[in-house]
Structures are given as C-alpha cells and as structure tokens.
C-alpha cells in the first residue's frame, strides 16, 4: 500500500476542494479507507471513513452534510469532497489505510497501517 494525498490548497470560507487519495498497490479493493485531519495544536481526528465494499460511511458530526467520502476501485482512489468550508476545518488531511479494519474502531488513528503524507487546507474567514 503506498497512498499519495493531493487537492489540498487556500479556499474562503464558503468554498469547496476535494481531496484525492490514490493507492499504488494491489490490494485497494480490501482496503478500509479514512480521511483524518490534524489541526496544529490539536490531536488527529477522523473526518470519513468507508468500507472496503464501498459501504457503509461514516462522517463526523463536525462535516456532516458538508463533506463527503467516496472511492473508485477502478482508480485505486478515495475523495473527500468538502463543501461549504469554514475556517475551523483549517488542518493537515491524511489518508489512511487498513484491511481487516473492526468498523467500531475505525476512530482509532494507530488501527491503521497506511497513512498517506498529508494534504494542507487551509480556510480563510
């Protein structure tokens, strides 16, 4: 598993980028997939995370209804489509990785084996 993040960038509150995370290895369709993100001075927190299968999802409270996870296993990639951002979701956004993730732990930073090398979003007010 090797996972390249991009899309990251400046946006004013309001606007939307989406994240890509591509996998250049061979077993992506196994592959539990997560964004999490670390704002400075704060620990990582999951953002979304999807099975596998394609479902079920998952969203934090804090982007539901503004973010949106998703994958093509034809592409080897999970996106994070963020909409309507705010300067509060200013952070470091990684991919991460797990066959064989338990669903109830997907919260979990150290259950993941593959992290990708981080994509800064910043959003100005």
């Known amino acids: 598993v090797q996972l390249q993040a991009s899309g990251g960038g400046l946006v004013q509150a309001g606007g939307s980028l989406r994240l890509s995370c591509v996998d250049s290895?061979?077993?992506?369709?196994?592959?539990?997939m997560a964004w999490f993100r670390q704002a400075p001075g704060k620990e990582r927190e999951l953002v979304a995370a999807i099975r596998w299968s394609g479902g079920p999802t998952f969203h934090a409270d804090s982007v539901k209804g503004r973010f949106t996870i998703s994958r093509d296993r034809a592409k080897n990639t999970v996106w994070l489509q963020m909409n309507s951002l705010k300067p509060e979701d200013t952070a470091v956004y990684f991919c991460a990785a797990r066959a064989g993730l338990i669903w109830g732990l997907i919260s979990i930073a150290t259950e993941y084996h593959d992290w990708g090398q981080g994509t800064l979003v910043t959003v100005s007010s």
């Open positions: 290895g061979r077993t992506f369709s196994r592959l539990n």
